[in-house]
Nanobody, 117 residues
Framework: VQLQASGGGLVQAGGSLRLSCAAS????????LGWYRQAPGKQRELVAA???????NYADSVKGRFTISRDNAKNTVYLQMNSLKPEDTAVYYC????????????WGQGTQVTVSS
């Protein structure tokens, strides 16, 4: 499975960005796609995830501001980020949960999101 993330950038606080992650390869081996982020000096954290059936879950810190969605026809998952805060600044990674291990074993390259105050 290959995951290609895009859509990061620089935005002012209160602004919005949309991240995209296109999946290719043996996509039937994954049953969920998620977005993680890692800020400097901090551990990587799961921001949002969406299962193949469409159910989604979010970190408390982004609930009400971020929305994860998927377009199955395009094998793409999106992360719409609204009301961005400086503390959202991080490298964001797309990840795929492998059916066999139920772990996020597949990773895309990171995309930088920077929110200025």
């Amino acid at each position: 499975v290959q995951l290609q993330a895009s859509g990061g950038g620089l935005v002012q606080a209160g602004g919005s960005l949309r991240l995209s992650c296109a999946a290719s390869g043996n996509i039937f081996s994954i049953n969920a796609l998620g977005w993680y982020r890692q800020a400097p000096g901090k551990q990587r954290e799961l921001v949002a995830a969406i299962a193949s059936g469409g159910s989604a879950n979010y970190a408390d810190s982004v609930k009400g501001r971020f929305t994860i969605s998927r377009d199955n026809a395009k094998n793409t998952v999106y992360l719409q980020m609204n009301s961005l805060k400086p503390e959202d600044t991080a490298v964001y990674y797309c990840a795929g949960k492998f059916v066999k291990t139920q772990r996020y074993d597949y990773w895309g390259q990171g995309t930088q999101v920077t929110v200025s105050s």
